[in-house]
Every structure is written in C-alpha cells, then in structure tokens.
C-alpha cells in the first residue's frame, strides 16, 4: 500500500475523527515529523536529539520551524504572572510612598510626564 493510500484511507479520517483537522483541511505524514520534534524537546529539552531525528543539517530549521510550544505549559506560566500582578500593590499605593513632588504632574492614567531620576535628586 502507498503512503498516500494509507494517509486518504486511515490516517485523516482518524485525524478527523479526533477533531486534529478538518476534513477539507491538508493533512499528510509530514505533520507526524512538527509532533516528534516538539515531543522530543518537550522530554530531552535538547534541541539536537529532534535535530537528529529529523535529520537537519541546521539546528535552527528545527528549533524555528518543527518545534513548537507547549501551550499548557505557557498557560500555566501565564496564570503564575497573572496572580502576581493582581497580588502586587496599585500603581497609585506604589507612588504615593515616594517622596512628594517626585511624582507631580505625573498622570497614571494617561501616562503622561513620566518622572526623571534628577526629580527624585531635586525632592530629597
């Protein structure tokens, strides 16, 4: 049987089955070396163990191209920072601590005249 059989008779309509793509979407073997990239990095985080399986002369064509993020790893890391701003203190609180007059005329909500150095010197 030809790959390309294969890919028509069985390969995309389990990709469609699972909801991976859409029947008039392109899908074909190629898309199997993009997941074993991203895989391998994903367990060894060394980009030449992918680099070598996918057999590429330029570790970046491998890193750029075939290997891709993990997204609930970015969401997670996304959720971390989120938690820390809103625990963080208002920018007004923040402000107010400062010495008065550093930041005068100094308007947060359009962020207009940001303050220099010299009139933090100026106010001490």
Do not use: C
Request: proline share 4%.
């Amino acid at each position: 049987m030809w790959g390309q059989t294969m890919n028509a008779d069985y390969l995309k309509p389990t990709a469609v089955a699972l909801g991976f793509v859409a029947k008039e979407e392109h899908f074909g073997w190629h898309r199997f070396r993009h997941s074993l990239s991203t895989w391998a990095d994903e367990e060894t985080g060394d980009i030449t163990i992918s680099q070598t399986l996918l057999r590429h002369a330029n570790p970046g064509i491998t890193g750029k191209v075939y290997t891709h993020g993990d997204d609930a790893k970015a969401l997670e890391v996304q959720e971390q920072i989120l938690k820390r701003m809103l625990a963080a203190k208002p920018a007004r609180e923040v402000i107010s601590g400062f010495p008065s007059g550093w930041a005068s005329g100094w308007d947060l909500t359009t962020n207009n005249q940001q303050p220099r150095a010299s009139d933090y010197a100026a106010s001490r």
